[in-house]
């Protein structure tokens, strides 16, 4: 189970939106070992495309020296997709290496307010995908 901030959802919806219609991608980091997403840490989409998203090497590479000095660790892998559902595509499963992070999709494909966006974490261990429930805190 992913247990979440409303804080931390919201900054994820709100940055998903603010990129539609390319895909938002980011990290939440956390204490070592304590799977607890604490720091909110939006990336850009080098790939700037409404369906697919590819992190900045160079950017990823200097998130990942930071969290290291900050003896963090990457709790939550988000993206958006922007004309699906919340589900992982089968180019998402191919770049999950993370097999402790939690990977959170939004859908932002009802951009027109009527309805709220779909948020769904999942799990994705040697390619095979695990949904998980989702414990929105306070």
């Known amino acids: 189970m992913l247990k979440i901030s409303q804080t931390l959802v919201d900054q994820i919806v ?12 980011g990290v939440i980091a956390g204490p070592v070992g304590e799977g607890r997403p604490e720091r909110f840490i939006p990336m850009l989409n080098a790939a700037r495309s409404p ?7 160079g950017d990823l590479l200097k998130l990942y020296r930071e969290m290291d000095d900050r003896d963090e660790e990457p709790v939550v892998i988000y993206h958006s997709h922007t004309a699906t559902e919340a589900y992982p595509s089968r180019t998402d499963v ?8 939690h990977y959170v999709l939004v859908s932002t494909a009802d951009a027109d307010d009527a309805g709220p966006f779909q948020f769904r974490s999942y799990r994705i261990v040697e390619g095979e995908i695990t949904e998980e429930e989702v414990e929105v805190t306070a």
């Open 14 to 25: 709100e940055h998903a939106r603010k990129d539609h219609p390319d895909e938002a991608c």
């Open 51 to 57: 369906t697919f998203y590819e992190f900045d090497s």
């Open 94 to 101: 191919t770049y999950a290496n993370e097999p402790n992070a």
